[in-house]
């Protein structure tokens, strides 16, 4: 019973990539499924024969799995907070954006928690983290706090999915038995909206703080001990920035592939990119303050140890990466995005890609420096990642965005309801809200006579 | 109750390296072979670091220090490494995950992983100790095994454990008696004797970790306190 609601009709775009299913994404897919093969081939030699496969020695027996561990947690601050943020600010022109941010963040956590497994050199002992876990270790609080954030940013992504699963299985003819369980009897009536919105609002309140504590806990694996470079008081705040900037990178990279794939112009305008792409200009500025204040501290203090690895980064071995990630994360995004008039989408693109590589490099400029400079003279640490490593960033990145191929072929990846209510109820709400903000007109005071009053 | 704990003299020490081969007899060490020494993955729980200036060369043995505030048992997740009410810092084998944490968190680089399976259960090595298996972490652990033997046979012969019944491997094997080890609560020890002289130093005394093994810095009377 395909029911035409002629106000869905007019979204019919969004249900494009639902609908028709084209060899581009058989291709996609096929080079994911590659990638995916590598990683999983990479992971079984490591299983079979243990970490020695990988480039991890004595003293850095941390590498690329933590540094994809951090980094993959910090891109899912990207959904759920912005998403919540702008929901709480009420800010319109999100409306386009807050499912394909959502989403980043519930297919990435899993993939983020995943490198701990796949660094962890007794898999098969994983379940003693509950069996005789000790909540003194800041991997239990990480443990805790990310399936925090995994368990409200699922619920945060479904909720607001519930009205567009039943347009879907009002309209769509496949797969109604999946949307029909999924709307849980969604008819869109009065009483469900206001229940809806309710909940809504509850989780974004909710999932704010949770997403400040889960990167700030993955800081305290670091900061919690007395390694240089590692023990810093502002290392909880230092990663939740890196988090959220990272994070605005990785939707607009993904908001600008979606739009091109899908031709949604008409939903993501350039207005949306240069919204953000200032947002990530901000960002920019505030990782770079962070930065900044992190090694003038460690310079001006100029305790040996820290030195040892502050010169390291700085013009020793690590001074490619060092270097790199300021201009990714610093000079590319300042160029691109100070003026955004024109060519907002290509700029904002182009910042945004540098940003990801950028904070990718950040993560592992903090934990491989350290690590290879031991405090006792023990030889420094040459770390060289081997095939397994490259081949399971490469299988997880991989695995990230099949997830999320695979979501946007199943959901609408744009709020249609929420589009709708763009339409008919946002406009006029903010025109009421902006009367609000002016001065009152029903009430003409006298202004000469206060003025009067005053002298 | 006993606090083991050892001096180490730097001024006797002649970086021999028989400390390092009679742990690695007494406590079932794997030699990695070429290939993985290459890749800085040997293990060594007694290991002796050199420094070498102009003027001279120095020596420090370095196994576990024993930390009485260990910075490693805090941030384990899974109890897998704790000091024990005498003071020695263990690890369970069977229990370790593997996440390295304690390494990363060890400022004295004193844990090591198995990153392979190095060695299985074989004829020559020592009974009392565990072959530990791939992907956990290993340590040194004062050769507790001998404590727990030297206290089963304290009790056999019906007495209380005398100071020199428990000894490590290393202290036991050093050739100038550059390693002393004891009791450091009892302080009638030779252990705790040294311990309070006045070239007496911790590492990274700093950091608060409290060393159990405590070193002798050198003089111009090499040795002769």
Not at chain 1, 144 to 159: E, G, H, K, R
Not at chain 1, 222 to 246: C, D, L
Not at chain 2, 67 to 94: F, K, L, M, S
Request: proline content about 6%.
């Amino acid at each position: 019973m395909a029911v035409s609601d002629p106000t869905v009709e007019r979204d019919a775009a969004l249900f494009a990539p639902i609908e028709r299913t084209g060899w581009g994404f058989y291709l996609t897919v096929g080079v994911l499924g590659l990638a995916i093969l590598w990683g999983a081939a990479a992971y079984w030699t490591q299983f079979d024969q243990g970490l020695g496969v990988t480039g991890l020695h004595q003293p850095v027996s941390w590498g690329f799995y933590v540094t994809n561990f951090v980094f993959f947690i910090g891109i899912s601050h990207a959904g759920t907070l912005i998403s919540a943020i702008l929901r709480l600010s009420k800010a319109e022109w999100r409306r386009p954006i807050t499912r394909m941010a959502e989403v980043i963040t519930v297919m990435v956590l899993f993939i983020g928690a995943g490198q701990i497994l796949v660094d962890l050199g007794r898999p098969d002992r994983l379940l003693n983290v509950i069996r005789y876990g000790r909540y003194q270790s800041p991997l239990l609080w990480d443990a805790t706090s990310i399936s925090a954030y995994l368990t409200a940013s699922t619920f945060y992504l479904y909720l607001p999915l519930i009205p567009d699963l039943a347009i879907l299985r009002d309209r769509l003819g496949k797969r109604r038995f999946l949307y029909a369980v999924l709307a849980m009897g969604w008819t869109g009536t009065e009483r469900q909206h206001k229940i809806l919105n309710r909940a809504i609002a509850t989780m974004a309140v909710l999932v704010i703080p949770i997403a400040v504590s889960v990167h700030t806990v993955v800081s305290f694996v670091f900061s919690m001990t007395i390694q240089p470079g590692w023990h810093s008081t502002i290392f909880g705040p230092y990663f939740v920035v890196g988090a959220i900037f990272s994070g605005i990178a990785a939707i607009i990279v993904a908001m600008a592939i979606i739009r091109r794939i899908y031709h949604f112009e008409a939903y993501l305008k350039p207005i949306h990119f240069r919204y953000l792409g200032q947002l990530l200009l901000v960002m920019t500025l505030l990782w770079f303050y962070f930065t900044f204040a992190e090694y003038l501290t460690a310079y001006y203090g100029n305790e040996p140890e820290e030195m040892k690895i502050f010169w390291a980064k700085f013009t020793g071995r690590f001074w490619p990466i060092f270097w790199a990630m300021l201009v990714l994360n610093v000079v590319v995004p300042i160029a691109c995005l100070v003026r955004l008039r024109h060519h907002a989408i290509g700029k904002t693109v182009v910042a945004s890609v540098a940003v990801v590589i950028g904070m990718w490099l950040e993560r592992l400029n903090i934990i491989v420096p350290t690590l290879s400079n031991p405090r006792l003279p023990f030889p420094e640490g040459q770390y060289w990642p081997t095939w397994v490593e490259w081949g399971e960033t490469a299988g997880s990145l991989g695995l990230f965005i099949l997830l999320y191929v695979l979501f946007v072929k199943l959901f609408p990846i744009i709020s249609i309801w929420e589009i709708k209510e763009g339409r008919e109820v946002g406009l006029k709400e903010v025109e009421e809200r902006l009367r609000t903000y002016l001065p009152d007109e029903t009430e003409p005071e006298p202004a000469r006579d206060r003025a009067k009053v005053l002298t | 109750m006993a606090l083991w704990g050892m001096v180490i003299d730097l001024d006797r020490c002649t970086g021999c390296q028989a400390c390092v081969m009679a742990c690695k007899a007494e406590n079932n060490v794997p030699a990695v072979g070429a290939k993985e020494a290459n890749r800085g993955r040997t293990i060594s729980w007694m290991h002796v670091l050199v420094e070498e200036s102009e003027e001279r060369t120095r020596f420090l043995p370095r196994p576990c220090l024993q930390c009485d505030d260990p910075p490693c048992t805090r941030v384990c997740p899974v109890y897998a490494t704790y000091r024990n009410p005498e003071g020695i810092v263990a690890q369970i084998y069977a229990r370790c995950i593997g996440c390295r944490f304690c390494m990363a968190a060890c400022p004295y680089n004193a844990k090591y992983f198995n990153w392979l399976r190095y060695q299985q259960a074989a004829p020559g090595q020592n009974p009392d100790v565990s072959v530990r298996p791939k992907g956990v972490v290993e340590k040194c652990t004062f050769c507790h095994h001998r404590l727990q033997r030297a206290r089963d046979r304290a009790r056999g012969e019906g007495r209380e454990l005398a100071p020199g019944d428990y000894v490590t491997a290393c202290a036991e094997t050093c050739p100038t008696r550059a390693i002393v080890f004891g009791d450091l609560s009892d302080s009638g020890s030779e252990v705790a004797r040294l311990a309070k002289s006045p070239r007496a130093f911790r590492l990274n005394a700093e950091l608060g970790t409290k060393p159990k093994v405590i070193y002798l810095s050198e003089t111009e009377a090499h040795g002769r306190v």
